[in-house]
């Protein structure tokens, strides 16, 4: 089984500062790893993705994620929130061993919200 | 370019109507999929399809009926609708690359409201 854990349901941070989203997953080998945001009103839309090899992703505007596989988790980071950061943020893990046709398990997702 | 459309955005209906939500992508994806999105929830999977011909149940399947007769069509179809079906509902579609990892494309949400 997969599964997902987004232990905070809401994240306030100030414009300007970094921010941390929290994730940890658990597979029972190894996991693609995914972002993913919502806006009001919107569907989901793809942040980046972890697959192998560096621990360190880079995504879409300006935010990256950590992998640690002792840790079993893939946090979301930003060095400096805006404004238009604030939305709905889902992470999502499927086993590498389940086959491509095995959907992603969603976390329950954090609400951003960034002050000015 | 439209990606993955949904139709209607909204619908409110009477315990026991049936329904069905229109999905369709212009991507030429093999997968596509179904998700309900409901508050602290997060996306729940309710059916999915690797292919026209091909379907299979998600992890909340009950009361919900799918075909894939295209590959651009997944229309989701409520059969007797239950106040518990009140929820925003997301098709999504994605295919398979050489990574494994596939990357789904949402539409835009139908948020359906059982009296």
């Known amino acids: 089984a997969q599964s997902v854990a987004q232990p905070e349901d809401q994240v306030n941070v100030a414009e300007g500062n970094p921010l941390t989203v929290k994730c940890t997953y658990s597979v029972s080998g190894n996991p693609y790893l995914f972002w993913y945001v919502q806006y009001p009103n919107r569907g989901l839309q793809f942040l980046l993705k972890?697959?192998?090899?560096?621990?360190l992703v880079k995504g879409s505007y300006g935010f990256e994620a950590e992998f640690n596989k002792s840790q079993t988790s893939f946090h979301l980071k930003k060095p400096s929130a805006l404004v238009s950061d604030s939305a709905l943020y889902f992470c999502a893990v499927r086993d590498k061993s389940s086959g491509s046709a095995r959907q992603l398990t969603f976390g329950s997702g954090t609400q951003l919200t960034v002050l000015p | 370019n439209a990606g993955v459309t949904q139709t209607p955005k909204f619908q409110v209906l009477k315990t026991g109507q049936s329904m069905t939500l229109q999905c369709a992508q212009d991507m030429n994806h093999e997968y596509m999929s179904w998700y309900r999105q409901d508050p602290g929830m997060g996306l729940r999977l309710i059916h999915y399809s690797v292919g026209a011909g091909i379907t299979d149940q998600g992890e909340v399947p009950n009361g919900y009926n799918v075909s894939r007769s295209t590959t651009e069509d997944f229309p989701l179809r409520l059969l007797s609708a239950a106040p518990s079906q009140t929820s925003v509902y997301f098709c999504a579609s994605s295919y398979s690359d050489s990574s494994g990892a596939n990357v789904l494309t949402f539409g835009a949400g139908s948020r359906l409201t059982v009296l």
């Open positions: 972890y697959i192998t090899g560096d621990n």
